[in-house]
């Protein structure tokens, strides 16, 4: 048995003070006043020293850290990179692909497969994200540009059929077969999103009649406004934020989108319809200036973000979960228990997991975060197992 004590407990709407969280066997056993509550003397007992005592963070699109790359097709690099996001609070994680050849996504997709149910100490490996190589060549952002082709069956069924691996796909709606790629993830409840695209208007709400749900890093790689004539024409970026039915990420590192547009996305969205992504690349936890590779693509950490060499585009971000939750908070001007809410639950829901994970409720899985109230993660907890302590001060 484990107790955790002396900690705010941060539930979907709001924080519970003096409280206490007992797990036991791998579960949430027990939320309550902690005067309230005996444990047995040989428990584990973790004090957290009044800091908070959330969810763990489920990060659903999070490519590398530490140098390491989903696409080396590696264990070991999948091991790295779990244990990096576990510093950041984040206890589940997706491992996300990058638009290259089918023998270099069939590599990581059976390397994501070998990973998950290992325990490396770091976030628990729960599917694979797909994103690519069905996207836009003129939105393709840091994706390697000659790799970007059109949907066909006969390459994507065998990614789709490898019982449950892959959890998310990024597509391009408009390309020639997007819409029969929808209708073949829908049938494995794999969730389609909207990503990477040039489509217009009519192209992204016909994806969403189709059952296209999700969008992948709103405001990143993604039409906008166009002039039609005299008319202003919509574009993904508008229609995926006025359609309810599509949830949305959001890379709340402040330099990826500006804070007044991260504000825009919630208020259009509402809180339950935003999910808090990393992106993290293979520069996450690495210095200033150090370079490292997205695919084949060279980068470098500038100023708190990824960036391609020749400063042309962003390339994706080397922030941690934590970050996420502290800018909504600081630049947007959420509660904590709703901006940790975009964190963990909101992600666990549109992965269909949150039945298990994303919140703390008995019978829960035991993934819980415990950070100061200056937002440095304490302790990582992750199926009742304490997996990450921060060194002592």
């Excluded at 969403?208 to 993904?236: Q, W, Y």
Aim: charged fraction near 20%; aromatic fraction near 4%.
């Amino acid at each position: 048995m484990m107790v955790i004590i002396n900690g705010r407990v941060v539930g979907p709407h709001s924080v519970l003070e003096h409280h206490c969280v007992v797990i036991e066997d791998g579960r949430i056993k027990q939320i309550a006043p902690t005067a309230q509550v005996l444990w047995p003397e040989d428990a584990q007992v973790i004090d957290a020293h009044d800091g908070f005592v959330a969810p763990g963070f489920v990060d659903m699109h999070v490519h590398g850290a530490m140098g390491r790359d989903t696409m080396e097709g590696t264990v070991e690099a999948m091991a790295q990179i779990a244990k990096f996001h576990a510093t950041g609070g984040t206890t589940a994680m997706t491992p996300t692909t990058t638009t290259h050849s089918r023998e270099k996504i069939n590599s990581a997709l059976q390397a994501i497969a070998d990973a998950m149910g290992h325990d490396f100490g770091g976030a628990q490996i729960v599917g694979a994200h797909v994103e690519g190589p069905y996207i836009s060549r003129e939105r393709s952002g840091a994706q390697p540009a000659q790799f970007i082709r059109d949907p066909i069956s006969s390459e994507y069924e065998p990614w789709l059929d490898r019982g449950g691996l892959v959890t998310q796909m990024t597509l391009a709606p408009e390309l020639p077969g997007a819409l029969e790629l929808i209708d073949a993830l829908l049938e494995r409840e794999i969730l389609p999103s909207g990503g990477h695209t040039a489509a217009n208007s009519e192209q992204a709400c016909a994806a969403i009649e189709r059952g296209l749900c999700h969008a992948t890093h709103l405001f990143n790689c993604m039409s906008s406004t166009v002039k039609s004539g005299p008319f202003r024409l919509p574009g993904a970026l508008e229609t995926f934020l006025a359609d309810e039915r599509v949830m949305v990420e959001l890379i709340a590192d402040g330099k990826h989108v500006h804070p007044e547009l991260m504000r825009l996305a919630v208020r259009a969205k509402g809180i339950d319809k935003v999910c808090l992504i990393t992106d993290a690349t293979a520069g996450a936890g690495l210095a200033e200036g150090a370079e490292f590779l997205v695919g084949e693509t060279r980068a470098v950490v500038v100023a708190g973000v990824g960036m391609v060499v020749d400063g042309s585009a962003l390339a994706g971000s080397v922030s941690t979960m934590i970050q996420m939750v502290r800018n909504m908070i600081e630049l947007v001007g959420l509660s904590l228990a709703d901006a940790v809410r975009l964190a963990s639950l909101n992600p666990a829901r549109a992965l269909g997991i949150s039945g298990r994970k994303g919140s703390l409720e008995p019978r829960k899985d035991a993934d819980i975060v415990v950070f100061s109230g200056s937002f440095a993660v304490l302790k990582t907890v992750i199926g009742g197992r304490l997996e990450y302590e921060a060194p002592a001060a």
